[in-house]
């Protein structure tokens, strides 16, 4: 198994530039999740999805938008990149209802200039 | 919604010493997750340490063990007979429990441990 993958692992931006972080994994999980990490501050809930279909928003979601289209991937959007997305970004995925260990990816470091 | 607070940004220690991590949080739910994440350099999120809110027994895994007190809101980190190689970003999370599903983790800030050789 790979695990968690996330692509690509950096990318530089110019503000109202959009792009899109991928994620995607090979564990049938139904639980995925993005997180973002600031210095000095511990990762912070971006959106999740309990399944196929299904997403939600976490504890910052504003400027991010997500789908679910298939179990593997849970694509991260930004619409209109700003310097305060300037950030590193994690993937995560879990299996439903089992031992609630969420396995990371090794995360995507972005610069918004 | 659930908060967790780490108190020592950065924590300095020599090899083969025993340091112990602080870790406190505040929620209303019952039942829920505590957990030890290690960040080394590579920054790649590595899971030390699990403890489920309705075990009494607190979680060992080799060096690694807690001290899980449930009615103060505390759950510390110990790392036995430290090495070079624990030299990493610590974080305390939270997660509450979903029957039947799965839920965010809810990070502290980190600390920052330094192995002295």
């Known amino acids: 198994n790979a695990g968690v993958t996330q692509t690509p692992k950096f990318q530089v931006l110019k503000t109202g530039q959009s792009m899109t972080l991928q994620c995607a994994q090979d564990?049938?999980?139904?639980?995925m999740s993005w997180y973002r990490q600031d210095p000095g501050m511990g990762l912070r809930l971006i959106h999740y999805?309990?399944?196929?279909?299904?997403?939600d928003q976490g504890e910052v979601p504003n400027g991010y938008n997500v789908s679910r289209s298939t179990t593997e991937d849970f694509p991260l959007r930004l619409l209109s990149a700003a310097p305060s997305q300037t950030s590193v970004y994690f993937c995560?995925?879990?299996?439903?209802?089992?031992?609630?260990?969420?396995?990371f990816g090794p995360g995507t470091r972005l610069t918004v200039l | 919604a659930q908060t967790v607070t780490q108190s020592q940004p950065e924590m300095s220690v020599q090899e083969a010493e025993t340091v112990t991590l602080s870790c406190t949080y505040d929620?209303?739910?019952?039942?829920?997750?505590l957990f030890w994440y290690k960040q080394p350099p590579s920054r790649q999120m590595i899971l030390v340490i699990r403890q489920e809110a309705y075990k009494q027994q607190n979680a060992t895994e080799n060096r690694f063990s807690v001290n899980f007190q449930k009615a103060a809101k505390s759950f510390s980190l110990k790392i036995s007979d430290s090495q070079l190689g624990d030299t990493a970003m610590y974080f305390c999370a939270f997660m509450k429990h979903v029957w039947g599903g799965a839920d965010g983790l809810t990070f502290g800030k980190g600390t920052h441990l330094i192995i002295q050789p």
């Open positions: 995560a995925s879990q299996r439903r209802g089992a031992d609630n260990e969420q396995f």
């Open positions: 564990m049938n999980h139904e639980y």
């Open positions: 929620t209303s739910e019952n039942n829920y997750y």
């Open positions: 999805s309990v399944g196929a279909g299904i997403t």
